[in-house]
């Protein structure tokens, strides 16, 4: 019998996204879209004068697996700097790739553990994280 797609873990994460707006309500907020999957996220941040999340909405369309990491994402994106996400973002790659262990820098992320064997997912888990990066590095320009 082969294991169902999504863990209550997942879907427990997926149903409690802080944070959250409607889509077409975030305005001015950095978007991205997953390639693969059709995924998109939206982020708005606010920046302290250290250039550190002091302040943070999001809007998720994605599947179970893309909700769960914007749930985590979200979860912990304050007082994080563009180089801290960074860090994520890459051992976040390599952990999906299979090259290395899960971030500990970001709490929760094995609980997207059952995703490893699921590449399909694996930017959808990806595009909360990239985006935030994108929405710290554009909030700082």
Do not use: N
């Not at 992320?109 to 694996?122: N, Y």
């Amino acid at each position: 019998m082969t294991e169902p797609p999504y863990t209550r873990d997942i879907l427990r994460l997926a149903a409690s996204i802080p944070y959250l707006e409607p889509f077409e309500e975030l305005e001015g907020a950095t978007e991205r879209r997953s390639p693969t999957c059709g995924s998109r996220m939206r982020v708005a941040v606010e920046l302290d004068w250290a250039g550190r999340v002091r302040r943070i909405r999001q809007a998720v369309e994605a599947c179970a697996y893309g909700q769960a990491s914007a749930a985590l994402m979200g979860g912990h994106a304050m007082c994080r700097s563009a180089a801290e996400v960074a860090t994520t973002v890459g051992e976040l790659e390599a952990w999906l790739a299979g090259k290395g262990d899960v971030p500990a820098s970001w709490p929760g992320l094995e609980t997207l553990a059952p995703a490893l064997t699921r590449k399909g997912r694996h930017c959808a888990i990806l595009l909360p994280f990239r985006t935030l990066l994108a929405a710290i590095e554009e909030e700082a320009e």
